[in-house]
């Protein structure tokens, strides 16, 4: 516990000082000397390196499980959109045309439609689904796909914000409005499921202001993670789109009742960000730390010998736990390269944020144990008998996982700031970045004043109220919401 | 048997009246009503719908494990690529050129250079091994990709020839040839397993000529499997590289004895096209025919009642029992739709290629059976035992899946045709599409030349080349080896 205090305290630290560039830094050398992603030769688009998209993989496989528990199925569409559909939508094109690549050739000539690579897939999804549903008995209609998208991007970083990107689109087309906005709900609840209890990162929920909200839906929806810094990460927006793109794509049902009426829809996403959200929600000056169900590797073992014939010994053992942890479910690793020292080893995989590792040596092999340590606190632990030692690996990993939240948790209410006045405000986002919660009644001009004076944006609006009553904090007006403001990502 | 036979017979008679059109029909008429893909609005794209995708993605699965069992790891670079990139291996740029789709436009301006999107990624690819290799420590580098890609087509048709289409590309480099070599063959051999162990097709495996070889490869693999029309299908390919592509992109590592040496390579893939083999490879008259170790849906249940009496029990037995082969693995669908017959519903799954139905009365509720009807071969059985029944299932999925192949295979065999002479050859391909088998000694100009009057190309020159010594069918030549021609999709 000492150990997971004094972490804190230096990680709080280094927020404190609002080194921006130094945790820039910290964060670009952790992803690229941990192996997650890479540099591109092209502008904005990074290489997602196997350790990076083993993790990706390890978001998406109970993803894609809870998106098909919910009665979703996934599809593929053609990530090409015809420049004319973009335009259907008002807001939709205003809000994505500045940020498009184009294609203007194909097989060597010149196109007659010029063609967009999908920034997001409301304009080609919508126009199937106008193909697909004619009565009410084509509702609800739940598609998902996994897609790269492209946005153009002036400023990009890795995972958190790169031209192209992976991710899953939900797009969703019901009978009724009420049905669309509980559908909205259910996925940012499933998605508040991944982050907190795959990602072990807490994450408020709510709704986004109109100056945030997704070009062409009535409400976005959002989860909202603090980082170690105390900045803000948008991790998943879910969004209710009414009949906007209905109208627009001309997607009609027959009701029971025989009458046409215009399909009530949702979207929905998250994206490899999450990764670059693991990576900055957990990580601190060793490396990355790792949740165990998400960790690639999970568990590693290092050996430890001088003689060749320890290393025949402890070699010997180490295979046989290695078999026993893989047998048991574990994701483990032996680290058997002989060109390196136990402490480069050491180094290497705190460095990529392994759970838990286990060192053996001669004689840990003679006394049938060995010794563990975590990587979320460095604790250590001697001595611990090899008889059973995958329940009580699989023990360990439950035990991180949740401490690894726990932590999370108590950094956030750390550094939540209530304020009663602007001035207040303003001194608390001088000191450190922070979430700072206030009752809120302004309007969208006044939260884009406070974002150009402060780089501070509402957040969210928590969907969470309690005794919600009092003075908004900027225009000192009644207010019945608080609101989140921080420094985004 | 009797039911087997003669609808090969129906389906080799259709083949030998060598109706094209006919034949393209049935299989985009069985596309597009079995719900397995649509038409989109992008020329030469499509929309891989729900049932489409579950069965690419059971594709994927075991596919993805072979990879990852054989030592291989995913990852994810940029679909961009720098048109300057391609220009760096001479062959590879002749190739892929004429096919390519451009960006020229970004963030609402003009590029400085043009980029590609990906028509396949060795160029990109190796940009980064290059980077990444140094040293025989970091050999093998074992690397595979899922990913969407482009090339502009002119004839597109429904998954076997689409401008856009999903695949998995691996991209292998070693340090010794014979290590490049063995890696070729044997993910020839992974896509080998994964035709005949899972999608029901058998396949040969062999080389590519000169004249089909992938642009930049010294030496093309490949499987090819036989459609149920006699035409050949390329069903994936292993190439191997040799060290075109780490001379054109740098790629050097240090050996053993300290000396600085291009790495030799490989790559390989398989896509989307997999599926359009699988509906061509098995369908008949009344839609798809699907192995039931890839089917999404493997039973469906159909209720069969008349009053709301019957139909209380039918359902409520139907329900017991979709939940007992559903706790047992299978993937099973109760089809409880009100609005529809039995005969539209039995219809309406054998389009689709569910491999069993059970179909349930109330009759059979009172003798606690049911009676199980085989897509495969039309067969019917009455008054199977509902007791044991996901066992029973079970094993009969695996007997249909065996019997899919054995059909497949049988159909080859019967339409594999040797030839000693051209006209021989010339009047076998007038009578029916099929495999020609021929001793071969001509040149890439004789091959082409076969092709300009016949159509027919050598789909591969098989590896099992038993007693192969004879006289070449088109030039006389003395020949020591046989060759499989035929027209290809």
Redesign the interface.
Known sequence: MAAKESETALATQDEEKGKDAEGSKWYTDTVLQSELA?Y???KG??????Y???L??NIQRPLDGMIKDTGH??????????ES?LQKEKEHVEGF????????????KKLEE??I?RPTSET?IN??FA??VQSW?DLPLL?NQW??VVR???RTRLFLRT??F?WQEGHTAHATEKEAEEEAYKMLMVYKDLAENWLALPVLTGQKTDNERFRGAVRTYCIEAMMRDGKALQAGTSHYLGQNFAVAFDIKFQNQEGVLEHAYQTSWGVSTRLVGAVVMGHGDAKGLVLPPKIAPVQVVIVPIYKSDEEKATVFERCSKIAAELKEAGIRVNFDNRE?HTPGFKFNHWEQKGVPVRLNIGPKDVAKNVVEIARRDNGEKTRDVSQDGLAKTIADLLVTVQKAIFDKALAHRTANTVNVNSYDEFKKVLEEKYCFIEAYWAGSSEDELKIKEETKATIRTIPFDQKDASGKCFYTGKPATQKAIFAIAY
Chains 1, 2 share one sequence.
């Open positions: 890479d591109s030769p092209v688009c990074m290489v997602i390196r196997p990076g998209y083993a990706w993989e199925q996934n599809a593929y569409f053609p990530m090409f959109i015809p559909f045309a500045p940020e498009c690549a184009v294609v203007t050739h194909g097989g060597g010029p063609l690579v080609i126009h199937m193909k697909w008995r598609i897609a790269n153009w991007e002036m031209t192209e992976l060109q």
